[in-house]
């Protein structure tokens, strides 16, 4: 598996969080070329989804800092709520 992951906040956004073309145009090259492209941000996840439908890409997203993760079905994991996880399941 080839995957990319990145963050948004200041990386492909800038301070007033649009979404820098350039960044748009290769990431997307990326994806069509096969990379898995993971979305991570300190924001809410509906901000992490709502980016990746604009790059073009339904994987899983990591936002609000790493303690939610959002998987291609919508389902939100909460890692706060759980003491131990091993592996997450996120195709």
Known sequence: MKAIAIDIDGTIT???????????QELRKAINHG???????GNISCFARSTAILIGTNEPV?????????????E???????????ILPLA
């Open 14 to 24: 800038n301070e007033d969080r649009l979404l820098s073309l350039k960044a748009t």
């Open 76 to 86: 939100e994991i909460v890692l706060g709520d759980k003491e131990e996880i091993d």
């Open 35 to 41: 990379y898995r492209l993971i979305l991570c941000t």
């Open 62 to 74: 990591i936002a609000e800092n790493g303690g939610v993760i959002e998987k291609k079905d919508g």
